[in-house]
């Protein structure tokens, strides 16, 4: 049995989506193992395109069996709209093929509603939330406040467990933020609407891939976001609410004591940053809106334009570390196909001194990026699917990042489609 990881390196918004669609025909199980509907991961094959915020992304191959595991936030009205929106471009989902963990918690409607309601008093100094609930939800779960998904099966223990819980969260609404309380039998009739629809999918995922282990199933973890955004080893307080790491896929996809023996990191071949935060080589103007619309840089969640700027050496090779990661999937090199010189930032500044180590998130406002520059190869590269095809100066590209990086780039993306890509020894 071989397990491997696909996991973003910078910000999010690598191209993992693409990646796993693409590498699952070698695995049996792929499983979303941390995060909720708050990114997305788009996907472009023979049904379409579609973006997908909760489905793992296996979903589309036939005998893959596609998990959600403990560490996911459990958002069961957006995931039946999207298994909906999925089946009707023909993809078929059943019980066989998506199992959700009875250990994953469920994001419930008073989450999505806290999260604006604290985004709208932070105001200026908001975190750059989607508004998905993720952050309330997290912050429940570790107060151990939250539905599990087995409960569905328990009725009036739920009943019970969700009064309790009903009473507790009127509390924030009402008296920190003034707004309408949460009536208990408004909630009852969300989560006894959803407990119908979902409880065929809801299973003992630990058991099933406990079984998978003795047969010597191939598992696929996937992860949503990137290291930046990593809960503990990202750009604190700008973070998403879960590890978003490697190292986290056994924990949250209910198999704990597995091991994970290849890390695929992707990296965009420029970076992109959706939210707020410290984002060093940011550009802006028509720079910036030139690059956006040539890799069509809008977040597949919210449809916000995504901050831009050049591949930035010394945040990718802090992610690879965070990582650990074995192989990396470069993508997006044929958006950079217009560019006479192609921009990179190599290094930071930071009051005065040039530095390469990425450095505390305090710390980021205080640097500036240090730029270096290649010569582009101006043609179009979306065809290419050999590495000696491709035009030398896009080669020197991608062995220059490969080795101030330090990890070997075994996959060159050069479009959306699934075979749209090089893969190199």
């Keep these: 049995m071989s397990n491997c990881a696909i996991v973003g390196i910078n910000w999010g918004d690598e191209g993992k989506g693409r990646m796993v669609d693409l590498l699952t025909e070698k695995y049996d199980y792929v499983i979303r193992y941390q995060g909720g509907g708050n990114a997305g991961h788009t996907v472009v094959n ?45 993809v078929a989902i059943t019980p066989d093929s998506l199992k959700i963990s009875d250990r994953a918690s469920l994001v419930l409607p008073w989450h999505r509603e806290l999260d604006g309601l604290e985004e709208a008093r932070l105001a200026d100094k908001k975190y750059g939330s989607t508004k998905q609930g993720i952050a309330p939800f997290y912050s429940d779960k570790f ?26 969260k ?19 009739a969300w989560v006894e609407t959803y407990a ?9 995922t630990g058991k099933v891939l406990k079984k998978a282990v003795k047969e010597g199933k191939s598992i ?14 990202g750009i604190y307080p700008y973070t998403t609410s879960s590890n978003a790491i490697a190292a986290y896929a056994p924990v949250g996809s209910g198999l704990p004591f597995a091991k994970v023996d290849q890390v695929i990191g992707v990296v965009k071949a420029y970076s992109t940053c959706v939210g707020e935060g410290p984002f060093v080589c940011e550009w802006f103007g028509e720079e910036a809106d030139e690059l956006r619309k040539a890799g069509f ?34 993508t997006k090199l044929d958006v950079m196909s217009y560019m006479d010189r192609l921009p990179i930032c190599a290094h930071y500044e930071k009051n005065g001194e040039i530095i390469d180590d990425f450095p505390f998130p305090a710390a980021l406002y205080d640097c500036k990026p240090v730029m270096e520059y290649m010569d582009g190869w101006k043609c179009d590269i979306s065809g290419v699917r050999c590495w000696e095809d491709l035009p030398v100066n896009a080669q020197k590209y991608v062995e220059y990042v490969e080795k ?12 959306p489609e699934r075979d749209a890509y090089i893969e190199r020894a």
């Design 46 to 90: 023979e049904y379409g395109k579609f973006a997908l915020h909760l489905l793992p992304s296996g979903i589309f191959r036939p005998g893959v069996v596609n998990i959600l595991g403990n560490g996911v936030a459990l958002d069961l009205e957006n995931l039946w709209n999207e298994m909906q929106t999925v089946v009707e471009q023909g």
């Design 143 to 168: 107060q151990k406040k939250t539905i599990m998904a087995g409960e569905l099966f328990y009725p009036e223990r739920l009943r019970e467990h969700l009064k309790d819980l009903l009473e507790w």
């Design 170 to 188: 009127n509390l924030t609404l009402t008296g920190v933020y003034g707004a309408e309380a949460v009536k208990y039998e408004d909630i009852l």
């Design 196 to 204: 119908e629809k979902f409880k065929p999918f809801i299973c003992d």
């Design 220 to 233: 696929l973890f996937e992860a949503q976001l990137g290291s930046l955004r990593d809960l503990d080893y």
């Design 297 to 330: 840089e809008f977040g597949a969640k919210t449809g916000r334009p995504r901050r831009v700027g050049p591949i930035d050496l010394v945040a990718t090779r802090y992610g690879v570390e965070c990582q650990g990661a074995t192989d990396i999937a470069l």
């Design 404 to 415: 101030m990086i330090g990890c070997h780039i075994r996959y060159v993306s050069v479009g």
